[in-house]
């Protein structure tokens, strides 16, 4: 593909840093205001709001997010508004974004289209569905257009999305609403209900996206149940997920503050990560949202279809609503990292039939070694023509790519094309860059590194201390290098752990063990030698 830079390079390998401007291109912003913004934000205030953890600096370009970003629920986020707290202090062309998208080796015209996700599209209606009908023109866009929106609709904007879907557009609404506090999320209720019924008596799918879940607050069962039974016969069905908790930063007090401002403390599961952007959702709440849905459609006859996924749904809706053939999941849910594919299990409680068979069409009949091929032809249209491909050891249903540290978009194309999950598997120095990237994002020390091992398909951490970064063994410092990297590091350990050559040996022992390398048991003793100093 033309006009792909591959701006980094380490031992003879490419790669690409998150930020190039194939993956978001920052300059298309231009600056609209200075502190204090337009006033033309969004004007909700939820206090858990991601947009009020982006930097606003005196910097014309910002560094946080892009009017067009990849990967994103599998897809393609397009955005003409940024803002900081509830301020707009960035805007772009219109113009200037459809080019982008059309130029780009990571747009999939079939994939998903979310729209003005950094603001609200229920901001402007009419601008939203004038943007999307733009790209379904323009850019040969065929996939879902989705709108994720706290606002109500009037009838005026009801006729614009009734156009656009008439014209072949696919709209598909989410509207968030999941019985929080007004002190949290003060948008009201009624109006976000009332959107739901208008929308659904007009014919365009919408879909309840009950998040943030929060365990204490609106995870309780008669919080739950009270919201299906509101909604319920007047949406497609329902989605749920966690609440993003933000750390504190100099300018903000972070998520945990925020709740405790706002007279409803988090319990200590929020509070697991120190410096890390994380997504929690109790494990006990999705089924008990599943088992009170289907209670209620017992009671009311009425169908609520209920996916954890966002993709999920919007695939459902693809297939039932517009009809399109063979169209799948984006992101691979039919991959589990311990049973890899469960089109016969996860995917048979959760879908329906015919669309279990278009997803599980993807890769009907193709034997790994034909969906290796399909990895490649895939890598070198995004330019990497130095990597490989090989089956993962540790993960069912899996691949990983050697010598790589892709990006996230980057691997949700290879996931999105093939069907499977993909790791990166770097080299040492692709290793070490995005690591000490790592390090010093999270602003740990560099010092504190110690070393680093590779073993078969494995990558371990080695530093000076059981909690440099303020929790129970380096467990923020750990998720933030896995993520940073996209690649598998079972644990970051502590060298003091290591008292004398008997736990040495053991250590090495579990080590190669855990990597299915036995063999390499003394080179890796000999490797922990070097940098734990014991007699």
């Known amino acids: 593909m033309e006009n792909i830079t591959l701006l980094l390079t380490a031992d003879g390998y490419t790669y690409r840093d998150p930020l190039c401007p194939e993956l978001m291109n920052t300059s298309l912003w231009k600056r609209v205001a200075k502190e204090g913004g337009t006033g033309a934000g969004c004007g909700l205030n939820c206090i858990y709001c991601n947009q009020t953890f982006l930097s606003d600096t005196e910097s014309p370009i910002p560094t946080d997010a892009a009017p067009v970003m990849y990967g994103i629920d599998g897809g393609t986020s397009v955005n003409l508004k940024m803002m900081v707290g509830n301020k707009v202090i960035y805007e772009a062309n219109p113009d200037d974004v459809i080019n982008e998208i059309k130029k780009s080796p990571f747009w999939v015209q ?8 950094m603001t609200d599209p229920g901001l402007n209606w009419a601008q939203s569905i004038s943007m999307a009908d733009r790209i379904r023109n323009e850019a040969d866009h065929t996939g879902p257009s989705i709108f994720i929106t706290k606002m109500n609709i009037s009838e005026t ?7 656009f879907k008439a014209e072949g557009g696919r709209p598909i609404v989410y509207v968030t609403y999941s019985g929080l506090p007004k002190e949290i999320e003060p948008a009201g209720a009624r109006s976000r209900i009332e959107a739901m019924k208008k929308l659904h008596k007009a014919g365009i799918p919408v879909v309840c996206s009950m998040r943030p879940l929060i365990d204490g607050l609106n995870g309780t069962p008669e919080n739950i149940e009270r919201v299906i039974r509101e909604v319920i016969g007047n949406v497609y069905g329902m989605t749920t997920g966690g609440l993003y908790v933000y ?22 599961i929020y509070s697991s990560q120190r410096y890390t952007v994380a997504k929690i959702l109790p494990s006990h709440l999705r089924p008990l949202v599943r088992e009170i849905a289907e209670k209620v459609s017992r009671e009311t006859g009425l169908s609520m279809r209920l996916q954890e996924h966002t993709t999920c749904i919007a695939t459902e809706i693809m297939t039932k609503v517009y009809g399109v053939k063979n169209y799948h999941d984006r992101l691979a849910h039919w991959t589990t990292p311990d049973r890899g594919l469960v089109f016969d299990e996860q995917c048979q409680y959760r879908c329906l039939p015919e669309q279990i068979l278009n997803c599980s069409k993807l890769l009907n009949g193709k034997l790994l070694p034909s969906l290796m091929n399909i990895a490649i032809k895939v890598l070198e249209r995004m330019g990497h023509f130095d990597k490989k491909v090989s089956i993962s050891e540790h993960q069912k249903g899996a691949m990983v790519v050697e010598n790589g540290i892709l990006t996230f ?9 093939t069907g499977l999950r993909f790791d990166n598997l770097p080299s040492e120095q692709g290793f070490k860059m995005r690591l000490e990237e790592a390090f010093k994002e999270a602003g740990v020390c560099i010092d504190k590194l110690k070393g680093y091992l590779n073993v078969g398909q494995n990558w371990y951490v080695f530093v000076d201390g059981a909690s440099i970064d303020g929790t129970y063994n380096n467990y923020s410092l750990w998720r933030y290098a896995r993520g940073r990297t996209l690649c ?26 855990q990597s299915k390398r036995t063999g390499e048991i003394e080179e890796i003793s000999g490797f922990l030698k070097g940098i734990i100093n014991i007699n």
């Not at 904007?157 to 156009?163: G, H, L």
């Open 409 to 417: 978009p980057e691997l949700a194309t290879l996931i999105r094309e």
């Open 110 to 117: 079939d994939s998903g289209v979310i729209i003005g996700n």
């Open 247 to 268: 750390p504190a930063t100099q300018s903000d007090p972070g998520t945990l503050e925020r709740f405790i401002a706002a007279g409803y403390p988090l319990s200590e």
């Open 157 to 163: 904007n009801i006729e614009i999305m009734k156009r």
């Open 488 to 513: 598998r590091i079972p644990s970051i350990i502590d060298i003091n752990s290591v008292k004398d050559l008997d736990s040495l040996k053991e250590l090495a022992r579990r080590i190669g063990e």
